[in-house]
């Protein structure tokens, strides 16, 4: 006898389900019919039943008041001499002290309540059935709304957990795009405006490497629209080898040397585009925040199947005028970190007076 269940058709439906459970007040009057009634029972009863309704219909499902329960038993004790089953009432405090938030506030509530429909019957020499009827059905009540209240309780905080993790995802897939993008953009527009500058002084002095240049630029151009459009759909197809490749030739425009020492090809699978991306990041910040001349990339091996990149270059750019000044991340390093971090990874940054070396480590997945 409770309108709980309603929760999960939501307000409209709760409202329609607690009018459905009124229909239990149909046996209030029933003695009338055959001991017959006065005036002051009508009356008394329609006041009783008005501060009834008025208190049952105010409160939430799930979120009754702890004086409601007891407001609708104190109704239910003063409706005694109106000559009506007036226990249907206690049955309905019942079920209200079955929706307190705190269990042993209700079971309390309960026991109280029945005690003293004891005490008051035996008092008033009331019929020991009135006493058996109202607390039989108090305890059946009480226990069928208990339990669909617990039930709509934790559906309602379900609810919410999904809820909560439809935002997670969306959020973190904002962060994955945003991350993505700044790594892609941020990286192939630095290429192609080192290789554009190339060009243009080329362009007196070596015909042939100037359309070269310029044919590089819209490959890069085109591969980057690619990439944009693989990271929005996300798909990540960064590699580890063609992101070498990629790096020697952007160093190289920009009058870098770049040295090599490791396999790339021999990067676990698992591996591949975190470091891809992690490389990427880093030969972005070499060319438009340094003036290296050279760049080291290092890849290594470690026991467990750890592997290792080490970015070197012989940059000052990255060095404070204050040498005790904690290197300040941008979104890109932000985002390299990041990225490492949710595969399981780690991120080292040093900076000295050589330059400055990034190195980033990831295990194999299982």
Same mark, same amino acid.
Request: aromatic share 10%; proline share 3%; hydrophobic share 45%.
């Given at each position: 006898?409770?309108?709980?269940?309603?929760?999960?058709?939501?307000?409209?439906?709760?409202?329609?389900?607690?009018?459905?459970?009124?229909?239990?007040?149909?046996?209030?009057?029933?003695?009338?019919?055959?001991?017959?009634?006065?005036?002051?029972?009508?009356?008394?009863?329609?006041?009783?039943?008005?501060?009834?309704?008025?208190?049952?219909?105010?409160?939430?499902?799930?979120?009754?008041?702890?004086?409601?329960?007891? *407001?609708?038993?104190?109704? =239910?004790?003063?409706?005694?001499?109106?000559?009506?089953?007036?226990?249907?009432?206690?049955?309905?405090?019942?079920?209200?002290?079955?929706?307190?938030?705190?269990?042993?506030?209700?079971?309390?509530?309960?026991?109280?309540?029945?005690?003293?429909?004891?005490?008051?019957?035996?008092?008033?020499?009331?019929?020991?059935?009135?006493?058996?009827?109202?607390?039989?059905?108090?305890?059946?009540?009480?226990?069928?709304?208990?339990?669909?209240?617990?039930?709509?309780?934790?559906?309602?905080?379900?609810?919410?957990?999904?809820?909560?993790?439809?935002?997670?995802?969306?959020?973190?897939?904002?962060?994955?795009?945003?991350?993505?993008?700044?790594?892609?953009?941020?990286?192939?527009?630095?290429?192609? *405006?080192?290789?554009?500058?190339?060009?243009?002084?080329?362009?007196?002095?070596?015909?042939?490497?100037?359309?070269?240049?310029?044919?590089?630029?819209?490959?890069?151009?085109?591969?980057?629209?690619?990439?944009?459009?693989?990271?929005?759909?996300?798909?990540?197809?960064?590699?580890?080898?063609?992101?070498?490749?990629?790096?020697?030739?952007?160093?190289?425009? =920009?009058?870098?040397?770049?040295?090599?020492?490791?396999?790339?090809?021999?990067?676990?699978?698992?591996?591949?585009?975190?470091? *891809?991306?992690?490389?990427?990041? *880093?030969?972005?910040?070499?060319?438009?925040?340094?003036?290296?001349?050279?760049?080291?990339?290092?890849?290594?091996?470690?026991?467990?199947?750890?592997?290792?990149?080490?970015?070197?270059?012989?940059?000052?750019?990255?060095?404070?005028?204050?040498?005790?000044?904690?290197?300040?991340?941008?979104?890109?390093?932000?985002?390299?970190?990041?990225?490492?971090?949710?595969?399981?990874?780690?991120?080292?940054?040093?900076?000295?007076?050589?330059?400055?070396?990034?190195?980033?480590?990831?295990?194999?997945?299982?």
């Amino acid at each position: 006898m409770n309108a709980i269940s309603a929760t999960f058709r939501g307000p409209h439906g709760a409202s329609r389900f607690r009018w459905f459970y009124l229909v239990y007040l149909i046996i209030y009057p029933i003695p009338w019919f055959y001991d017959g009634f006065h005036t002051l029972d009508i009356v008394g009863s329609g006041v009783g039943l008005i501060a009834f309704l008025t208190i049952y219909l105010s409160y939430a499902p799930l979120q009754p008041a702890f004086w409601q329960g007891w *407001a609708i038993a104190g109704i =239910a004790f003063a409706m005694a001499p109106f000559h009506g089953i007036w226990t249907v009432f206690i049955v309905y405090a019942s079920a209200t002290f079955a929706g307190y938030a705190s269990r042993h506030r209700a079971v309390a509530s309960l026991v109280f309540v029945l005690l003293i429909l004891g005490l008051f019957c035996w008092w008033t020499h009331r019929p020991w059935p009135d006493a058996v009827f109202g607390a039989s059905f108090s305890i059946a009540s009480f226990a069928g709304t208990s339990l669909t209240t617990d039930l709509a309780r934790r559906h309602r905080q379900l609810l919410e957990t999904q809820e909560e993790v439809r935002h997670l995802a969306a959020s973190t897939e904002r962060e994955r795009i945003a991350r993505d993008l700044h790594d892609l953009l941020g990286h192939s527009l630095t290429v192609i *405006a080192v290789k554009a500058e190339l060009a243009e002084r080329l362009n007196t002095l070596d015909s042939s490497r100037s359309r070269r240049e310029i044919q590089e630029i819209a490959e890069t151009a085109r591969q980057s629209l690619r990439e944009v459009r693989a990271a929005v759909a996300g798909m990540h197809g960064a590699s580890l080898p063609r992101e070498v490749a990629q790096a020697e030739s952007s160093l190289r425009s =920009a009058g870098i040397r770049m040295q090599l020492s490791g396999d790339p090809e021999a990067v676990d699978v698992s591996q591949d585009g975190i470091l *891809a991306m992690a490389l990427r990041e *880093a030969v972005t910040n070499i060319i438009r925040h340094t003036k290296a001349a050279h760049c080291t990339i290092r890849l290594q091996q470690e026991r467990s199947k750890t592997a290792v990149m080490i970015i070197e270059d012989d940059g000052q750019a990255y060095i404070p005028v204050n040498a005790r000044k904690p290197l300040t991340e941008g979104h890109g390093l932000r985002g390299m970190r990041s990225r490492l971090a949710a595969a399981g990874g780690a991120l080292h940054i040093e900076q000295g007076t050589k330059g400055l070396r990034v190195t980033a480590r990831l295990g194999a997945s299982s």
